[in-house]
């Protein structure tokens, strides 16, 4: 297969109250033929950001962290810019990707065994020129393994297992960062993400991995896990196990303002407070990649932005959405809510190349497809770019590349970087 055709796509479309259509096409696991639907579980890379971000605000309710506070008091080690030594560094520069921590090596990934302190404390970890406090965005999975940190050491517990206690299950969610709280199940049912034809994460044949977690040396035996000290290993920067069906319910706890089906995770302050700009670029205060961030929650983007240098409308309406885009693995994702619609969209692309084609905005064309097509299941107008031309399918105007290619497949890949 080419290495710009997807192995699979999958996208939901919601509103207030429920699904409002879905589509998935290909296949879950190649190497056994079994076919994708919008129930199966996808590592979805920085999506996973978001759900943490929700974590957090729950624990903000109960006053067991604050955004504005240095979170060195729950770490229990001083967090500092070796450069900007005298500048505290809050929950929420973290979560808004403003803390002056910088990725070097994906030395986010941690392995067990190692610490994050430890990580902290090389000055490659950090942005000598920019200082926390200074309003400087520039996108950093480093920040999450602090978070997941702080996490643990304010709740006593093993991030994984509070974050599927405490937010998961209140959504009924079979999903869990890495795999060990999903069910058996949801495991069964693992999409595998590969690139030109090879599994990359999650070919696990049906059965639990043998380690779920980064290992470099000794066993693979979670008993060496320390309370606070490597919140990397279950990859909240990018590890969310989820299906789309069940991402789309996420999305409708936001379209609530914190409520889902009765259930209240979160008041609407908080919910305001999560989505709301924390950074918006102003033309030299911050790293846009390409015109892609733009402006910054606390782990959501706001999109489009209507700035020179930017070019974050993916859809190509103007519509304005928050939400997350993920990329890792050969996978594009997103989920995207417009509070002023009620809707939203939920959606992955998998099996993609490294260097995929361009679209018509800072997004490549597999995500703004797959954007599309989503937001075209609500019966949204959704214009087709230039690149594009109009078709017809039962009924329905369509937008897909203009390659040849049959209704349902396109021209589409992704990097490997976690975003």
Known sequence: MSPDLPVSQVGVS????????????????PASGRVVTADDPVRVASISKLVVAIGVMKLVEQGKLDLQSDVSRWLGWQLRNPA?????????????????????????????????????????????????????FTYSNLNFPVVASIVERATGERFDIWMRREVLEPLKLDACYNWPTCSDAKV????????????????????????????????????????GE????????????ISMRDLARVGRLLLNGG???????????????????????????????????????LAAQQIPTKVAGC????????AVHVGHAGDAYGLRSGLWIDRAAGTGVAYFVSGLSDDPPRGRSAYRAAEEAAFRRSLQL????????????????????????????????????TNLREF
Not at 117 to 132: C, E, F, M, R, Y
Not at 235 to 241: E, H, I, K, M, T
């Open 84 to 136: 900007f030594p005298d500048r505290p560094i809050s929950l929420q520069m973290l979560l808004s990707h403003t803390s002056s921590l910088r990725d070097h090596d994906d030395q986010y990934a941690i392995p067990l065994g190692d610490t994050v302190q430890k990580v902290i404390a090389a000055p490659t970890s950090w942005d000598l020129n920019h200082g926390p406090g200074s309003g400087y």
């Open 230 to 241: 490597n919140g990397a290993l279950f990859a909240p920067q990018g590890g969310l196990r």
């Open 188 to 227: 069964a049912r693992a999409v595998v993400l590969t690139q030109h034809g090879k599994p990359v994460r999650d070919d696990l044949g049906g059965k639990r991995p043998d380690c779920a977690f980064y290992v470099e040396k000794g066993p693979c035996d979670l008993a060496r896990w320390k309370l």
């Open 311 to 318: 070019s974050d409308d993916p859809a190509g309406d103007g």
């Open 259 to 297: 409520t889902l089906d009765g259930v209240r995770l979160l008041w609407p302050h908080s919910v305001e407070r999560l989505l709301a700009p924390a950074w918006r670029f102003n033309g030299s205060n911050g790293d846009t990649d390409r015109g892609f961030y733009c402006s910054y929650g």
């Open 378 to 413: 609500a019966g949204l107008d959704v214009p087709c770019s230039n690149r594009r031309r109009r078709t017809k399918a039962d009924g329905k105007v369509t937008c897909r590349l203009a390659s040849g290619l049959p209704p349902g497949r396109v021209a589409l890949g």
């Open 14 to 29: 919601f509103s207030r109250e429920g699904d409002l259509g879905s589509f998935a096409e290909g296949l879950a696991d």
